[in-house]
């Protein structure tokens, strides 16, 4: 009886299993074929993977690069999307465990982010330096992607910032487009509270947890939260910060700001016309033009500056670059990216045309493509103009930790807007920086 | 007075109702938005569902999603059963010396952190992917190996089988059956509340695991429901109503599974705190 029990068991034990195998029977199918094409090139072309976030946007950059691939070896590209976050995760598991298994050949990583993992994993990364020319690329993109003078990150899209405003609203409160041109914060507000005054509306929305607004302002002036090393504080002693938090909090108690506490209340404050303003990355522009009943009634400025020593009108938020990584098929993953978003003119209008998505590549950043009129817009290029404040943007090391300074100063920023004195609140920040990224 | 206490319980319990319920109602009534209507907040049931839908099925493939989840969590939650109770009523039922040191050297693991073992855990998959491709890295049975055999389930079943009649094991014992006999005859059938209620939680857990499957499992075929929906939020601009039908979606298997073994679980839960 005993052993016919046992055998019921194992009989079922194996069973799971069979029953698991069945399903992943492509797995081992695949594996083996990675096995056979890692290194040499078959009948069937190199197979590459990649992976990326976003169907609209990088996915369909990746494929539309796959179309214009036209190098000598033959390249089967996989484009497999995943979340960013989920990126990130998968990245460091892997990475941290030095198993490279189901690793993609080319990643997409986000700027602020892409010195964590240069550093972190110095070995993992495949340098590109000598498949791509350095020097075509947008300054600001190249201080983010490399590393102690190699080049890791293809860069691609920029997240050059602008300032969206509605032009009815503007034209209620006595303005006009030219009157918003290459402002200060200072006169952001003043157009803010009129605005307010004459149709009832907000200037703009605010996440109190989200720092997007103060990282873009003092990136306008060419600061960041760390010295050029990317990894010594530079909180307690930087003018631009120092005159970014007094625009925040100024902003704050003008009481222009709809407050919001995620994306969806951002995007949809500003669709269902609660805020007359967005200063923010130029992908955010898809979702302003979703609204088409607000065609005509939308221009985009230069974003307004602080008024400190090396402040401009132009800055960044967001943005990534391609890397790959440092296992089979590298070569062919470089070979990849060089010809396509490393050097091929005409694929960077397409980019434009089928997905606005605009390049950092300066080369590619003329043609038809970029001077056409935004019928939302009333006609404006707004890629042109994108274009042209992108070459501009400074270039500052978004070093190892932008996202943790990002947390220490959102509790700060709160302190400083009940009233803690700004030296103090900067003074702490530095201090918990400190003890906390040694 | 006493009709007073009623309206009073009555009107808390209905708010604690509208309360757990609202989220499900805004989930189902959302799917049936566009996304614009979603980012404004509308509350009433809109005309976009087949849209919806019509974009979940183009975009992505959540039928293999689906497919993958159910795999996952009905072989998970079998083993994890046989496995947890075997240990449950070894446990409780047999006599050894260092046994309760083992035991509470288990329930110390429930206080280790996932991500702490999670690196280490990979790196182990990793390395068995070259002898054992079936169970290696990427494949459904790596999703859910980790996860069958928790210390909190064991405790869950020995905390319930103390209520458990011995008396019955004697008389198995005494009528001829074999201790696996026993078990298997005797012990399934009589505690088969407690099995509906430990089904559910492990189903559940199974079905809404994210960390580990997310590291293991990398190619698209092999997603589950949550990765899935974790990517359908990561774009630009996302279309919530497309994500909220797949939220709603994903929902329905759970809920079904707890209002089909309701009864049960309410009563195995029951058992497990009088015990």
Not at chain 2, 14 to 33: D, E, K, L
Not at chain 2, 49 to 63: A, C, G, K, S, Y
Not at chain 2, 160 to 184: C, H, Q, S, V, Y
Request: proline share 4%.
């Amino acid at each position: 009886m005993k052993k016919v029990v046992f055998m019921i068991l194992t009989i079922m034990m194996v069973a799971v299993l069979v029953a698991c195998g069945n399903g992943d029977e492509d797995s081992v199918d695949d594996q083996e074929a990675n096995d056979e094409t890692e290194g040499t090139t078959n009948g069937e072309g190199e197979a590459i993977t990649a992976w990326a976030w976003d169907p609209n946007f990088n996915i369909r950059a990746l494929e539309l690069a796959d179309q214009a691939y036209d190098g000598e070896v033959d390249l089967e590209l996989e484009i497999i999307e995943n979340a960013q976050d989920d990126i990130v995760q998968r990245l460091n598991t892997s990475l941290s465990s030095g198993t490279t298994q189901g690793m993609p050949n080319i990643v997409l990583i986000e700027d602020y982010r892409a010195q964590s993992f240069l550093q972190a994993y110095p070995d993992a990364f495949y340098p590109l330096t000598d498949y791509i020319d350095v020097d075509a690329f947008a300054d600001y993109k190249i201080e983010t992607t490399s590393l102690d003078g190699e080049q890791y990150g293809l860069p691609f899209d920029t997240g050059v910032a602008g300032l969206y405003i509605r032009t009815d609203y503007l034209e209620e409160a006595g303005y006009s487009v030219d009157d918003v041109q290459d402002i200060t914060w200072a006169e952001y507000i003043q157009i803010g509270v009129d605005i307010k005054e004459a149709t009832g509306n907000n200037m703009l929305t605010q996440d109190p947890s989200d720092l997007g607004l103060i990282r873009m302002m003092i990136q306008s002036a060419g600061t960041w939260y760390f010295e050029d090393d990317g990894s010594t504080p530079n909180l307690a002693n930087n003018p631009a910060l120092e005159a970014a938090m007094q625009a925040y909090r100024e902003l704050m108690e003008a009481n222009i700001v709809s407050m919001v506490s995620d994306w969806s209340q951002f995007v949809g404050a500003f669709n269902d016309g609660d805020v007359a303003s967005v200063p923010t990355g130029n992908w955010i522009t898809p979702s302003i033009t979703a609204e088409e009943s607000q065609s005509g009634n939308w221009a985009v400025v230069p974003f307004p500056k602080l008024e400190v020593e090396g402040a401009t009108n132009v800055t960044n938020l967001g943005g990534s670059s391609w890397y790959v990584l440092n296992s089979d098929g590298k070569e062919a993953a470089a070979t990849f990216l060089a010809n396509t978003f490393g050097s091929n003119e005409m694929f960077y209008q397409d980019l434009i045309d089928e997905i606005g998505a605009i390049g950092t590549y300066l080369p590619g950043m003329q043609g038809e493509a970029f001077e056409e009129g935004h019928e939302f817009f009333d006609g404006q290029s707004i890629v042109a103009d994108f274009s042209e404040w992108t070459e501009a943007i400074p270039a500052v090391n978004y070093g190892m930790h932008t996202y943790a300074i990002d947390d220490i100063l959102a509790v700060e920023l709160q302190n400083y807007l009940n009233d803690k004195e700004l030296t103090d609140v900067l003074e702490d920040a530095q201090s918990q920086a400190e003890t906390q990224l040694r | 007075m006493k009709k007073f206490k009623r309206i009073l319980s009555y009107t808390f319990l209905s708010i604690a109702t509208i309360i757990s319920i609202y989220p499900f109602f805004w989930m189902v009534v959302s799917s049936t938005n566009a996304s614009v209507d979603v980012t404004r907040g509308r509350q009433l049931p809109g005309t976009h569902l087949i849209e919806n839908l019509t974009n979940l099925f183009d975009q992505v493939n959540i039928v293999t999603a689906l497919t993958n989840s159910a795999i996952i969590a009905v072989l998970s939650t079998f083993l994890t059963l046989l496995i947890a109770s075997l240990a449950g009523y070894g446990f409780e039922m047999y006599r050894s010396r260092g046994k309760d040191i083992a035991f509470n050297i288990l329930l110390l693991s429930m206080m280790i952190p996932f991500a702490a073992i999670m690196v280490p855990l990979y790196r182990l998959f990793g390395r068995i992917s070259h002898t054992a491709p079936l169970i290696g890295l990427d494949t459904l049975a790596a999703a859910f190996l980790p996860t069958i055999t928790t210390a909190f389930f064991i405790f869950f079943f020995r905390q319930n089988t103390k209520m458990f009649p011995k008396d019955l094991i004697e008389a198995g014992r005494i009528d001829g059956l074999t201790e696996l006999g026993i078990f298997f005859r005797i012990y399934m059938p009589t505690m088969k509340t407690t099995y509906a209620a430990a089904a559910i939680i492990a189903f559940m857990n199974s079905w809404n695991n994210f960390l580990w499957p997310l590291v293991v499992l990398q190619s698209p075929g092999k997603q589950t429901i949550p990765l899935l929906i974790s990517n359908l939020g990561s774009s630009y601009s996302p279309d919530y109503g497309m994500i909220m039908s797949a939220i709603t979606i994903a929902t329905l298997p759970t809920a079904l599974v707890f209002f089909f073994m309701q009864k049960h679980f309410v009563a195995g839960m029951m058992g497990s705190v009088k015990g």
